[in-house]
């Protein structure tokens, strides 16, 4: 109860690479924290009636983009929500005027860990052409940077579970928040 009273309510959006484990995190901690759970890519998906791929195919990356703020930009008008975000939310400058809203905090993982988890992705179409380490290592390297910004980093090993990466969150949070005030 303490880490929710402290929070105040503040969003936490959660950043990295695809992979990281944003989806399926931010679905436990929003449960664990008795916030609502967002995932920008399910609304835009829900609201195109198709998949990532497909709007990428047929309307084009930017396009995509495009839907990405509009998302961000209403998503960062509520509150008490934990919102696991798309990897590339980072690379547009607008969208960290709604991140710095709440609370960011960037899912560290390491390139092997990604390449492991998502070998069999058939969905993510920025990874479907090149040899997959290749491409990761090359979206890393444009947006480490951009992740950086974020107000926490945390570093996740191969031995964590989306529930230790909770429990580690969990930990952490209070370090970034303001002093409690005497009374
Ligand atoms: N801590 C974890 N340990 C092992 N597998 C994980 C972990 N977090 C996520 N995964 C798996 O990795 C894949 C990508 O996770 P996902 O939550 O979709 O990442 P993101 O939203 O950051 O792209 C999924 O198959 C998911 O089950
Ligand atoms: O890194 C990116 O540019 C993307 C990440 C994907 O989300 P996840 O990070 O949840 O995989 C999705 O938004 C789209 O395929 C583009
Ligand atoms: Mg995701």
Known sequence: M???????????YLV???GAGKTTTGRILAQRLGYGFVDTDAVITEFR?????????QEGEPAFRELEQQVLAQVSSYHHLVVATGGGIVLNPMNWSYLRH???VWLHVPLAVLCQRLRQDQE???LQEQPLEERLSELLQARQYLYAQADLEL?????????TVCDRLWETLPSILKPIEPC
């Open 102 to 104: 709440g609370i960011v």
């Open 155 to 163: 570093r996740i090993t191969a031995a964590d579970t989306p529930e």
């Open 124 to 126: 993510r179409p920025l």
């Open 49 to 57: 009636q198709r998949p990532i791929r497909e709007i990428f195919a």
């Open 16 to 18: 990295g690479m695809m």
């Open 2 to 12: 303490e880490l929710q009273k402290r929070l105040g309510g503040v969003n936490i």
